[in-house]
């Protein structure tokens, strides 16, 4: 047998392995559930940090960036909290839940009141229970 049959083998054999490794590990159910609960819940964080920055930079006249602060269960809520101006004078908090919108905003420990986000075409807007668009909080 020549080198260059023997390589063809080679090759031919290589890519059987390869094609059955490949064909053999297939996602399960439990990996498919798993990279569905990733990704729902880095939804609800965009959904969060864009409409708690929208209504934050509405009610503290300022522009925000990055939260400091972010707490999660990764699942129905997220809390982020700002530390904003060159001090860290002031602290804006908002409670983002899923299917509710903003349920709660803070400007330096206390309520700013009823928020409304309207997110208009954005993502967030369509979310579920993001009705017309508008996120508000105090049903």
Same mark, same amino acid.
């Given at each position: 047998?020549?080198?260059? #049959?023997? !390589? +063809? @083998?080679?090759? =031919?054999? +290589?890519?059987?392995?390869?094609? /059955? +490794?490949? @064909?053999?590990?297939?996602?399960?159910?439990?990996?498919?559930? /798993?990279?569905?609960?990733?990704?729902?819940?880095?939804?609800?964080? #965009? @959904?969060?940090?864009?409409?708690?920055?929208?209504?934050?930079?509405?009610?503290?006249?300022?522009? !925000?960036?990055?939260?400091?602060?972010?707490?999660?269960?990764?699942?129905?809520?997220?809390? !982020?909290?700002?530390?904003? #101006?060159?001090?860290?004078?002031? =602290?804006? #908090?908002?409670?983002?839940?899923?299917?509710?919108? +903003?349920?709660?905003?803070? !400007?330096?420990?206390?309520?700013? /009141?009823? =928020?409304?986000?309207?997110?208009?075409?954005?993502?967030?807007?369509?979310?579920?229970?993001?009705?017309?668009?508008?996120?508000?909080?105090?049903?």
């Amino acid at each position: 047998m020549s080198e260059l #049959t023997k !390589l +063809i @083998y080679a090759f =031919v054999g +290589i890519m059987i392995v390869g094609f /059955g +490794i490949v @064909y053999f590990s297939k996602e399960t159910e439990q990996d498919k559930v /798993g990279q569905a609960l990733l990704m729902s819940g880095n939804m609800l964080n #965009t @959904y969060a940090r864009e409409s708690c920055t929208q209504a934050g930079e509405a009610k503290a006249g300022t522009h !925000l960036y990055m939260p400091s602060e972010s707490q999660s269960d990764g699942n129905s809520y997220v809390s !982020l909290t700002w530390n904003y #101006t060159d001090n860290g004078d002031h =602290v804006l #908090t908002c409670r983002y839940e899923r299917d509710k919108g +903003i349920t709660e905003m803070t !400007l330096d420990g206390a309520p700013v /009141g009823n =928020v409304s986000v309207d997110r208009g075409a954005d993502a967030p807007s369509r979310a579920a229970g993001a009705a017309n668009g508008k996120h508000d909080a105090g049903h």
